[in-house]
């Protein structure tokens, strides 16, 4: 069984999150600057059996798009372009941030840390990858 990696995509940078091999755990992998995702995740596929992409999709509370939702949609064409044995999915990310935060928030960690945009952009992947893995069950 293959992990699974989902992003927090995001024009500038890009939160990723690996599930363990059994599916079952999300855990924050990486942020990425955008410009290098594709080199980045070109190599991380040599060395990992991934069997699943999940990219969280911004949207408003009504369910309309976002500034954010088409760079994210050209991300998953792309995706499907260059890896089109790999299935991708999408999950609503509305709340990943702020869950992010509260998130860290609860486990102590130090306001600076918090504030820290790359830590939150993996650890929403995190929370967007595990919102998948529930789904599934």
Same mark, same amino acid.
């Given at each position: 069984m293959g992990r699974i990696l989902a992003f927090d995509y995001g024009t500038r940078r890009t939160g990723v999150a690996?599930? =363990? !091999?059994?599916q079952m755990f999300a855990q924050p992998l990486d942020t990425i !600057?955008?410009?290098?995702?594709a080199?980045?995740?070109?190599?991380?596929?040599?060395?990992?059996?991934? #069997?699943?992409f999940v990219v969280g999709i911004p949207s408003r509370f009504d369910g309309s798009d976002t500034h954010a939702s088409e760079p994210v949609r050209l991300f998953i064409q792309a995706l499907k372009g260059a890896y089109p044995d790999i299935p991708v999915y999408t999950m =609503? #990310?509305?709340?990943?941030s702020r869950e992010a935060s509260n998130s860290l928030l609860q486990s102590?960690?130090?306001?600076?840390?918090r504030q820290d945009?790359?830590?939150l952009d993996t650890v929403s992947a995190a929370l967007i990858l595990q919102t998948y893995l529930q789904s599934r069950s």
């Open positions: 690996v599930s =363990d !091999p059994l !600057p955008t410009e290098n995702l080199h980045w995740l070109h190599r991380y596929l040599m060395s990992e059996s991934v #069997e699943a =609503d #990310e509305r709340l990943s102590g960690v130090s306001k600076k840390r945009k790359k830590l």
